[in-house]
């Protein structure tokens, strides 16, 4: 090959692996947010797990992508090892959808109508739409199609360049010597794999076989083990993801390799051992960019319907293979992913669970506070605290999170999702330190063996049992997103104010009549001010999932056209709480 050549050829390559990655990209933005996490959420039994991870691969053109989504989610707890097996075994059949992509730019017309097959005409007309699409700024499915069609188009022109630049190696002597060595099934894995983890690309790889491939010299005999030595090359990436991973998420990076490594010795011993039974024909086939890409498929799903049945066998290895450490590394509680950062789909799902997590201790701490005032122990107590100072790290970390998220490239949603996140964050930590505050006022009380009369014992159990009921409905309403279920929390939130105002006015009057004394009287007053400021950032919580339904409003204004008779629920509501927590 002349200079030249070789490099018209590298450009070509250049050109393959930039459209294909703008073609990849654009099909995952135009697939919308719910494709990432659809993966996580759907792969709970093996099938689902293996039709989705080829899914998923098919649309993002990338079996290291998938995996390297996978390992993220084992890592962060998200999913098991065992479920990630699945997973990235439907990666590795996904990604051969690839290659027939890539024979779109071999095909040829004729003459007259026939002509538009041809791959100059079918890229010209295809990176024009592209262009038409990718002007219209003000539609954002029109870009995302736009980047498709121009990728594709970059794709198509790239294999075109690459088959021009190889075209003539047919002709050489030591050309068609080297295609003829690759007929040895362990030089040509080898060598398979070489070049793959060169490229960083399975797809890549296949694309370079296929350009190769018309030159006339690549046979059956030397195909089927380059290809065989592509699907060990593409575990290169997904084991280099899992650098600073936890031992269950370096597990998950090694599933691709060992089940590369083990389909491709069960594949190849059934195969060469048939050959060299029945002496197949097709061995000196000679192969085109279309039989190329059959082979690839055919051979992935050999090793998916192979491998399939040994999961077991799969997860024991990596497990043999990569043991816990003697100290029994212990996970953080909490574990946020950086990995989701490029895939903000997986990051705001991973950063939702954390939350509900996070608003869970919350209500726990609550529950076990108020049950300080009816039964104090020291063990209950210690447990609120340590509650406590779980939340302020989760708010530590989630913010951060978050806020590393916020600058990545999101749709208008995921930054409404993301702003709602960092706003309810803090309601979430500040009622877990009320919740602290209580536990504290009940140990002063028990420390100094002081007791409220009876009058406002009632009073204190009826307005808990209102907070209670509110704290309930906010989480509620923010883990799943119910705008209705979050409007019925501004109409408690009222109550409890009115409540607590009149508890107060009531605990004077107590006091008046010589019920009671002035430190009981503080520590009484800590504790209705404590549980009035939970309400107030239940009302919060509710009011961020009502403004994710209804888009932005100015929060004053909206409470305030509630209490004026702004929606008609409010008022029933409002009447039906005050009668339910009368005093």
């Given at each position: 090959?002349?200079?030249?050549?070789?490099?018209?050829?590298?450009?070509?390559?250049?050109?393959?692996?930039?459209?294909?990655?703008?073609?990849?990209?654009?099909?995952?933005?135009?697939?919308?947010?719910?494709?990432?996490?659809?993966?996580?959420?759907?792969?709970?039994?093996?099938?689902?797990?293996?039709?989705?991870?080829?899914?998923?691969?098919?649309?993002?053109?990338?079996?290291?992508?998938?995996?390297?989504?996978?390992?993220?989610?084992?890592?962060?707890?998200?999913?098991?090892?065992?479920?990630?097996?699945?997973?990235?075994?439907?990666?590795?059949?996904?990604?051969?959808?690839?290659?027939?992509?890539?024979?779109?730019?071999?095909?040829?017309?004729?003459?007259?109508?026939?002509?538009?097959?041809?791959?100059?005409?079918?890229?010209?007309?295809?990176?024009?739409?592209?262009?038409?699409?990718?002007?219209?700024?003000?539609?954002?499915?029109?870009?995302?199609?736009?980047?498709?069609?121009?990728?594709?188009?970059?794709?198509?022109?790239?294999?075109?360049?690459?088959?021009?630049?190889?075209?003539?190696?047919?002709?050489?002597?030591?050309?068609?010597?080297?295609?003829?060595?690759?007929?040895?099934?362990?030089?040509?894995?080898?060598?398979?794999?070489?070049?793959?983890?060169?490229?960083?690309?399975?797809?890549?790889?296949?694309?370079?076989?296929?350009?190769?491939?018309?030159?006339?010299?690549?046979?059956?005999?030397?195909?089927?083990?380059?290809?065989?030595?592509?699907?060990?090359?593409?575990?290169l990436p997904v084991l280099l993801s899992a650098v600073g991973a936890t031992t269950k998420g370096k597990r998950a990076a090694s599933v691709y390799l060992v089940e590369a490594i083990l389909g491709v010795l069960g594949c190849a011993a059934l195969f060469y051992v048939a050959n060299a039974l029945f002496?197949?024909?097709?061995?000196?086939?000679?192969?085109?960019?279309?039989?190329?890409?059959?082979?690839?498929?055919?051979?992935?799903?050999?090793?998916?319907?192979?491998?399939?049945?040994?999961?077991?066998?799969?997860?024991?290895?990596?497990?043999?293979?990569?043991?816990?450490?003697?100290?029994?590394?212990?996970?953080?509680?909490?574990?946020?992913?950086?990995?989701?950062?490029?895939?903000?789909?997986?990051?705001?799902?991973?950063?939702?669970?954390?939350?509900?997590?996070?608003?869970?201790?919350?209500?726990?701490?609550?529950?076990?506070?108020?049950?300080?005032?009816?039964?104090?122990?020291?063990?209950?107590?210690?447990?609120?605290?340590?509650?406590?100072?779980?939340?302020?790290?989760?708010?530590?970390?989630?913010?951060?999170?978050?806020?590393?998220?916020?600058?990545?490239?999101?749709?208008?949603?995921?930054?409404?999702?993301?702003?709602?996140?960092?706003?309810?964050?803090?309601?979430?930590?500040?009622?877990?330190?009320?919740?602290?505050?209580?536990?504290?006022?009940?140990?002063?009380?028990?420390?100094?063996?002081?007791?409220?009369?009876?009058?406002?014992?009632?009073?204190?159990?009826?307005?808990?049992?209102?907070?209670?009921?509110?704290?309930?409905?906010?989480?509620?309403?923010?883990?799943?997103?119910?705008?209705?279920?979050?409007?019925?929390?501004?109409?408690?939130?009222?109550?409890?104010?009115f409540l607590c105002d009149e508890i107060k006015m009531r605990q004077v009057e107590r006091l008046q009549h010589g019920q009671g004394n002035i430190l009981q009287n503080f520590v009484f007053n800590d504790l209705i001010t404590n549980l009035e400021r939970i309400a107030d950032h239940c009302s919060n919580?509710?009011?961020?999932?009502?403004?994710?339904?209804?888009?932005?409003?100015?929060?004053?204004?909206?409470?305030?056209?509630?209490?004026?008779?702004?929606?008609?629920?409010?008022?029933?509501?409002?009447?039906?709480?005050?009668?339910?927590?009368?005093?």
């Amino acid at each position: 090959m002349s200079i030249l050549e070789i490099v018209t050829l590298l450009g070509g390559v250049a050109l393959f692996l930039f459209g294909m990655t703008k073609m990849g990209d654009g099909l995952t933005k135009l697939s919308g947010s719910s494709l990432e996490p659809i993966l996580y959420r759907l792969s709970g039994t093996p099938m689902k797990a293996l039709l989705l991870g080829t899914g998923v691969t098919a649309v993002i053109q990338s079996s290291s992508a998938t995996s390297v989504m996978a390992v993220g989610f084992v890592n962060s707890g998200m999913m098991t090892v065992r479920q990630s097996v699945h997973v990235i075994l439907g990666a590795i059949l996904g990604t051969s959808i690839t290659g027939w992509v890539i024979c779109l730019s071999y095909l040829e017309g004729g003459s007259g109508i026939s002509s538009i097959l041809s791959t100059s005409t079918l890229t010209g007309i295809v990176a024009f739409a592209g262009m038409v699409f990718r002007m219209n700024r003000k539609n954002e499915r029109n870009m995302h199609i736009g980047d498709i069609l121009m990728g594709f188009a970059i794709l198509m022109f790239g294999m075109h360049t690459m088959s021009g630049a190889v075209s003539g190696l047919g002709e050489q002597p030591w050309f068609t010597n080297m295609m003829l060595s690759m007929s040895h099934p362990l030089l040509g894995i080898l060598v398979g794999t070489a070049i793959t983890a060169v490229l960083q690309s399975a797809s890549a790889a296949v694309g370079i076989l296929q350009a190769l491939s018309v030159t006339g010299a690549l046979q059956f005999d030397a195909a089927l083990p380059l290809l065989m030595g592509i699907n060990i090359g593409a575990a290169l990436p997904v084991l280099l993801s899992a650098v600073g991973a936890t031992t269950k998420g370096k597990r998950a990076a090694s599933v691709y390799l060992v089940e590369a490594i083990l389909g491709v010795l069960g594949c190849a011993a059934l195969f060469y051992v048939a050959n060299a039974l029945f002496h197949f024909k097709m061995m000196e086939n000679v192969m085109n960019p279309f039989s190329t890409a059959m082979l690839n498929t055919l051979f992935r799903l050999a090793n998916l319907l192979l491998i399939a049945p040994l999961a077991d066998v799969v997860e024991a290895v990596v497990t043999r293979a990569i043991p816990e450490t003697e100290t029994k590394e212990q996970a953080p509680e909490l574990q946020l992913e950086e990995r989701f950062l490029a895939h903000p789909a997986l990051a705001l799902e991973q950063s939702r669970i954390q939350i509900n997590e996070m608003a869970s201790k919350a209500q726990t701490s609550f529950r076990l506070a108020v049950r300080l005032l009816r039964e104090y122990d020291e063990e209950t107590f210690q447990r609120v605290r340590q509650l406590e100072e779980e939340v302020d790290r989760y708010e530590d970390l989630l913010g951060s999170y978050m806020l590393q998220l916020s600058g990545q490239k999101l749709t208008e949603k995921q930054s409404e999702e993301v702003s709602k996140c960092l706003r309810t964050l803090s309601d979430f930590e500040r009622i877990s330190d009320h919740a602290r505050n209580i536990a504290e006022s009940s140990a002063e009380l028990h420390q100094k063996l002081l007791f409220f009369s009876a009058g406002g014992t009632h009073d204190l159990s009826v307005l808990i049992r209102a907070v209670t009921d509110i704290l309930k409905l906010a989480v509620e309403a923010y883990r799943t997103d119910d705008a209705a279920l979050a409007e019925k929390v501004e109409p408690l939130e009222e109550v409890i104010d009115f409540l607590c105002d009149e508890i107060k006015m009531r605990q004077v009057e107590r006091l008046q009549h010589g019920q009671g004394n002035i430190l009981q009287n503080f520590v009484f007053n800590d504790l209705i001010t404590n549980l009035e400021r939970i309400a107030d950032h239940c009302s919060n919580l509710g009011l961020a999932v009502v403004r994710m339904d209804e888009g932005d409003f100015e929060t004053h204004q909206y409470q305030e056209s509630l209490q004026e008779g702004a929606d008609p629920e409010f008022s029933p509501l409002f009447l039906q709480y005050r009668k339910e927590y009368a005093l």
